[in-house]
């Protein structure tokens, strides 16, 4: 019988070619999965570069910045363009699915061109390993359930969504997976972190990317190291550390989140 035609993978790379460990990661759990894809990176932001909506799946990156910084360019309007491709396919009746996964800046910019809920800037940054807690549709969910409540994750970003659209939401078929660990002491509302938009759309705004290799490199900043002790303190900065190599928490977020994405989108996929 003749080899099955392997299935076309696109990154999107947001990062704007500052330096990051988002890409590295994704790019290896993109490889780990190569006897069934082929993949291809796009610099959407530094080199106006995105992908045409004929890939079979998409996984959009993190970035830096607001993710207000691309209103009147030309790689957001085709970003978005193609957000809308892929989803008026889905809506067709196409019995082969388009799949996506946002993460972090990319959430954000999805959250904007959905007007899923309040985009806006945070109080102070977030940055580190932090717990986060689960809906109750997550508890179901292909991709979540089998995380624990709370699950711990990367977390780096100025911006939130918060004040999700619940009548936007409904129409969209979209759900809130995750959002922020409760804390009684702090009068803010808590930022929504994990979304599904459908079933073939999802988006995290922390990092289900980031393996320990790479948050410990981050760590050893001293700028990073000096952020998180003066905002949580040196406790906080050991505690981050010592989750990183619990197999449990961090590593374990890593290995279930985008794995269980591009294996369920392969299946499905293979099964057209």
Request: glycine share 4%; with cysteine.
């Amino acid at each position: 019988m003749p080899e099955e035609k392997k299935l076309k993978l696109a990154i999107l790379d947001m990062y704007e070619n500052a330096p990051n460990e988002g890409m590295r990661c994704i790019k290896a759990i993109a490889q780990a999965h190569a006897d069934f894809i082929d993949w291809k990176v796009f610099d959407v932001r530094h080199k106006n570069e995105v992908p045409s909506h004929e890939y079979d799946i998409y996984i959009s990156s993190g970035g830096p910045g607001s993710p207000f910084d691309g209103e009147g360019k030309a790689w957001e309007s085709k970003f978005f363009t193609l957000l809308d491709k892929l989803w008026a396919h889905n809506a067709n009746g196409h019995s082969k699915k388009k799949y996506m996964f946002g993460i972090c800046h990319s959430f954000q910019l999805m959250s904007r061109h959905f007007e899923l809920g309040n985009v806006c800037k945070r109080k102070s940054t977030a940055f580190g390993v932090f717990p986060i807690q689960k809906t109750e549709v997550a508890k179901h969910d292909r991709f979540f359930r089998n995380l624990p409540d709370p699950y711990y994750v990367v977390d780096s970003r100025d911006w939130q969504m918060i004040e999700p659209d619940l009548e936007k939401l409904a129409a969209l078929k979209a759900n809130v997976l995750a959002v922020e660990k409760r804390r009684d002491h702090v009068p803010l509302p808590r930022a929504v972190m994990a979304m599904s938009l459908g079933e073939y759309f999802y988006m995290t705004q922390f990092h289900p990317e980031a393996d320990a290799e790479g948050m410990l490199r981050l760590f050893a900043k001293p700028e990073k190291r000096d952020h998180i002790v003066q905002n949580h303190g040196d406790w906080k900065l050991d505690e981050m550390i010592r989750n990183l190599s619990d197999s449990e928490k961090l590593p374990l977020t890593h290995k279930e989140v985008i794995p269980s994405f591009l294996r369920s989108s392969i299946n499905a996929l293979r099964m057209r």
